[in-house]
C-alpha cells in the first residue's frame, strides 16, 4: 500500500506542479502590471504603509520597498514559476515550493490587508500541501505525503462544506434573495445574470445548485474516483461562471491548483474503507 | 510510518479542526491575519450580506472662496469585460478599495476607533478619491462621503455610513 501510495502522491504531484504554476504565472503577470499601486502616487504608497505603528518590523521592510524592488521580487516569483513548470523533478518542485511559501506570504504580509482574496489563500493552502506532499515523496515517507493531502485536499474539502453550509443557514440564500442582489449589485453582478435571476424560480434553482454543489462535495471523496472527478469538474465550472460573471478570474486557477491533492485524499480514504477502485 | 510522518498526520488533521472553529467569531475577530495568510481562512463567500449593498463613493470639492460643490459620486466598482475573466489587473484597485470602504464602515460603525483618518482604510479611500474624480476649477480642498445602496432607482434604499474631513488637492 505504501509503495503504491507514494506513487499515487507522485502522479498526483505532477498535476500539483502544473496547475501551481499556472495560477502563480498569471497571479504575478497580474501583479507586475498592477505593481504600481503601491508607488508614490498610487491609492497605497509604500512610504504610507510603513508608517502602521503596530508592525515595526514590517514596517522597515516596507521602507525599503520600491516600485522597481517590487516588480524584481515578482520577476523572481515568475521564473520560479516558470521553473516550477518546466522541471518534472520533485527535488526542485519541494525547493520552488518553499521559496513560493515564503515570497507569496512576504508579499501578503508587506502588501497589508485589502489586496489578497480568498484565491490567494487557497493557492498558497494547495502549494503547501503539495510541498509536504512532494517532501514525503523526496523522503519515501508515505505518511508525510498523505499529510500534505490533508492540509491542501482537507483544506479544499472544508472550504466547499463551509461556504455550502453557511449558505443553508441564510434565509436569503435559501429563497434566491441573497443570488439576485448580488447579481444586481454593481460590485459583482452582471446584467445578463441580473435578467436571469430576477425570476425567483431561476434564483432559487441555482441558489440551491450552489449550495448542494459546496456541502456536499465531501461525500464526492467517498465516491468512486470517475464520481469525484465529475464532482471537481462541476465544481471547476462553477469557479469559471464566478470568473465569466464576477471577474473572479483567479478563482478558477487557484482551486484547480488544490483538486489533484483532493484526489490523492479521496483514493486514500476510498482505501481506507475497503472501497478501493 | 516514520514518527515524523505521523506527526505530520496528526498535526494535518488538527489543522482541519482548528480551521472549521475558526469560522466562527470571536476566534476569527481575534486574528484576522491568519485569515490573510491563508494560514487559517475564513471560506463564508457572500454570507455576510457583503455583496449585496453596493458601496458608492462621492465625492465634494471645498472651492478657494469657502464655497462647496455638488455631492458627485465617483466609480467603486469595476464592470469586467469578457476578456477579464482571463486577465484583470484592474481588479486589485477596486477590490482593495471595496475592502478600505468595508473596514472604514465598520470602525466608524463600532465607534471603536476615535481617528479613522489615520488608519491604511481612510488613506487608501482618500488617495483614490483624488486619483480618479477629476478637480472642479479652482478647487483647494475635497472630502468623501461613503454611501451604501440597495436597488436601483427611486426604489433603492441608500444612506451616507462615513463622511470625511476636507483634505487639500
Redesign the interface.
Known amino acids: 500500500m505504501t509503495g503504491r501510495f507514494l506513487a499515487d502522491a507522485a502522479d498526483s504531484l505532477a498535476f500539483s506542479r502544473v496547475l501551481i504554476g499556472l495560477w502563480l504565472v498569471?497571479w504575478t503577470a497580474?501583479?507586475l502590471?498592477?505593481a504600481d499601486?503601491f508607488s508614490h502616487?498610487?491609492?497605497?504608497?509604500w512610504a504610507?504603509?510603513s508608517r502602521?505603528r503596530q508592525r515595526p518590523l514590517i514596517g522597515r521592510l516596507r521602507r525599503r520597498m520600491s516600485t522597481r524592488l517590487f516588480r524584481a521580487l515578482l520577476a523572481a516569483q515568475l521564473c520560479i514559476a516558470v521553473v516550477l513548470l518546466a522541471s518534472a523533478s520533485v527535488s526542485v518542485l519541494v525547493v520552488c515550493l518553499a521559496l513560493l511559501i515564503a515570497s507569496l506570504?512576504g508579499f501578503?504580509?508587506l502588501t497589508?490587508?485589502?489586496?489578497?482574496?480568498?484565491s490567494?489563500?487557497?493557492?498558497?493552502?494547495a502549494i503547501a500541501g503539495a510541498f509536504?506532499t512532494g517532501a514525503?515523496v523526496l523522503?519515501g515517507?508515505?505518511?508525510?505525503?498523505?499529510?500534505?493531502a490533508?492540509?491542501a485536499g482537507?483544506?479544499l474539502t472544508?472550504?466547499?462544506l463551509?461556504?455550502g453550509v453557511?449558505?443553508v443557514?441564510?434565509a436569503?440564500?435559501r429563497n434566491g434573495a441573497?443570488l439576485a442582489?448580488?447579481m444586481?449589485?454593481?460590485?459583482?453582478g452582471h446584467p445578463m445574470m441580473e435578467r436571469l435571476t430576477r425570476r425567483r424560480p431561476v434564483a432559487i434553482a441555482v441558489s440551491w445548485c450552489v449550495i448542494l454543489g459546496e456541502a456536499l462535495f465531501p461525500l464526492a471523496l467517498l465516491a468512486p474516483r470517475p464520481w469525484l472527478l465529475a464532482a471537481l469538474a462541476t465544481l471547476m465550472l462553477f469557479h469559471?461562471a464566478t470568473?465569466?460573471v464576477?471577474?473572479l478570474?483567479t478563482y478558477p486557477w487557484a482551486f484547480a491548483a488544490a483538486y489533484p491533492s483532493a484526489t490523492l485524499l479521496g483514493r486514500v480514504l476510498r482505501s481506507s474503507l475497503g472501497w478501493d477502485g | 510510518m516514520s514518527a515524523i510522518g505521523a506527526a505530520a498526520v496528526i498535526l494535518a488533521l488538527g489543522y482541519l479542526a482548528v480551521t472549521l472553529v475558526f469560522q466562527f467569531r470571536p476566534l476569527s475577530a481575534w486574528f484576522p491575519e491568519l485569515d490573510q495568510l491563508g494560514v487559517l481562512p475564513r471560506w463564508k463567500f457572500f454570507t455576510q450580506n457583503n455583496g449585496v449593498y453596493d458601496l458608492g463613493v462621492e465625492v465634494q470639492d471645498r472651492r478657494a472662496n469657502g464655497s462647496l460643490g455638488d455631492w458627485s459620486p465617483i466609480a467603486a466598482a469595476l464592470r469586467g469585460r469578457a476578456w477579464n475573466s482571463l486577465w484583470f489587473p484592474r481588479k486589485y484597485r477596486a477590490a482593495a478599495f471595496r475592502r478600505a470602504a468595508d473596514t472604514l464602515e465598520r470602525r466608524a460603525m463600532t465607534g471603536k476607533d476615535a481617528s479613522p483618518e489615520t488608519s491604511l482604510a481612510y488613506a487608501l479611500i482618500l488617495n483614490h478619491c483624488r486619483d480618479v474624480a477629476p478637480r472642479s476649477g479652482d478647487a483647494e480642498a475635497r472630502r468623501f462621503a461613503l454611501v451604501r445602496m440597495r436597488g436601483a432607482g427611486e426604489g433603492g434604499e441608500r444612506w451616507v455610513v462615513f463622511t470625511s474631513d476636507f483634505h487639500t488637492l
Open positions: 498569471l497580474q501583479w502590471t498592477a499601486l502616487d498610487g491609492p497605497l504608497p504610507r504603509l502602521v506570504g501578503i504580509v497589508g490587508e485589502f489586496w489578497s482574496d480568498g490567494d489563500k487557497i493557492g498558497m493552502i509536504v514525503g523522503l515517507d508515505s505518511a508525510l505525503a498523505l499529510a500534505g490533508l492540509i482537507g483544506q472544508v472550504c466547499y463551509v461556504a453557511s449558505k443557514f441564510f436569503d440564500w441573497e442582489a448580488v444586481a449589485a454593481e460590485s459583482w469559471v470568473a465569466l464576477m471577474g478570474n
